[in-house]
């Protein structure tokens, strides 16, 4: 008798051991750091869930497969779109996944480790022209469109769309320095990272030591601090130098940057280019 009563003791914890299969379990992503995610026009984004959910997008197409996984297709064109991830017994229970649909979406994804310089052309401005020959002290740095081209409407926006996309997608940004043009230190301030905006003769059109301006703003971009932050640079182009990083900096329109890493011997490598609309286009 008592070996009967031991056995059905032992069947009943046995049995309460067992996991509840009613249990209603959180829906999680895994490896989901909250940050908004990054997939080029037309291409594919795996999200791996903890168990099968209902889902609704923005954009794109989704298909669940197995071990419930998503497979999202972002849509052709850029911009911001949003997948809502639902429990399918617990309504209440909802993910929302943020997801950047841009043709710079590796470029972007790397300037989150930090450790780069993104050297911009200046936003667009046609507002007046430039007066060298102006005797007014410091012409260059008035924002008075007689004296020096200032920022255009077109350009006032897209450097606050900027600005919105560096915060959008979290890229860490450490310090940012312009040239003393008005259209220049405008372009930063318009950024709105939060940060003082320094001023740099290296960055300056004209007035300074114009035939080593290239090397001078190659310089001081090497000589920036790698300490998981991104540095911005406001400049301008029509640089004089026949080099390939010069080069390819004459090639930036109004509010493209060129990204290069820094390196632990204090030297540059050119990673790519980033151009104003994909910038803007997220900030929509």
Same mark, same amino acid.
């Given at each position: ?24 379990? /959180? ?7 909250? *940050? ?20 609704? %997008? ?8 197995? +071990? ?101 997608? #979290?890229? /860490? ?6 040239? #003393? ?7 930063? #301030? *318009?950024?709105?990272?939060?940060? /003082? ?18 090397? !001078? ?20 182009? %029509?640089?004089?130098? !026949? ?6 900096? +004459? *090639? ?11 390196? #632990? +011997? ?17 900030? *929509?």
């Amino acid at each position: 008798m008592m070996e009967k009563i031991v056995y059905t003791a032992f069947l009943l914890l046995l049995f309460s051991c067992k996991p509840d299969s009613a249990t209603v379990l /959180p829906v999680q992503v895994e490896g989901f750091d909250g *940050k908004v995610a990054l997939v080029a026009p037309s291409g594919v984004l795996k999200i791996k869930l903890n168990q099968p959910v209902n889902w609704r %997008a923005t954009g794109g197409a989704i298909i669940q497969g197995q +071990n419930d996984t998503l497979t999202y297709t972002a849509p052709a064109t850029a911009g911001i779109q949003q997948v809502v991830l639902k429990h399918p017994t617990n309504p209440q229970d909802s993910l929302l996944f943020n997801i950047a649909v841009t043709p710079s979406a590796t470029l972007f994804q790397s300037l989150r480790t930090g450790n780069y310089v993104l050297i911009f052309r200046h936003e667009a401005a046609d507002v007046g022209s430039d007066q060298p020959a102006s005797t007014t002290p410091d012409w260059w740095k008035s924002c008075d469109a007689k004296l020096a081209r200032q920022l255009n409407p077109q350009g006032l926006t897209d450097a606050a769309s900027t600005g919105k996309t560096l915060k959008l997608l #979290e890229i /860490p940004v450490g310090r940012i320095v312009s040239s #003393e043009f008005c259209r220049a230190f405008t372009s930063a #301030e *318009k950024m709105a990272t939060g940060l /003082p905006v320094q001023q740099a003769k290296e960055l300056t059109l004209t007035v300074y030591d114009e035939p080593n301006r290239c090397s !001078n703003t190659l310089n001081l971009a090497a000589s920036q601090l790698r300490d998981g932050k991104n540095t911005i640079f406001i400049t301008h182009v %029509a640089l004089a130098i !026949n080099q390939p990083d010069c080069l390819l900096l +004459n *090639k930036l329109q109004w509010g493209d940057a060129a990204l290069f890493s820094l390196n #632990e +011997n204090k030297t540059l490598t050119y990673t790519g280019t980033i151009p104003v609309k994909d910038w803007t286009e997220l900030a *929509k």
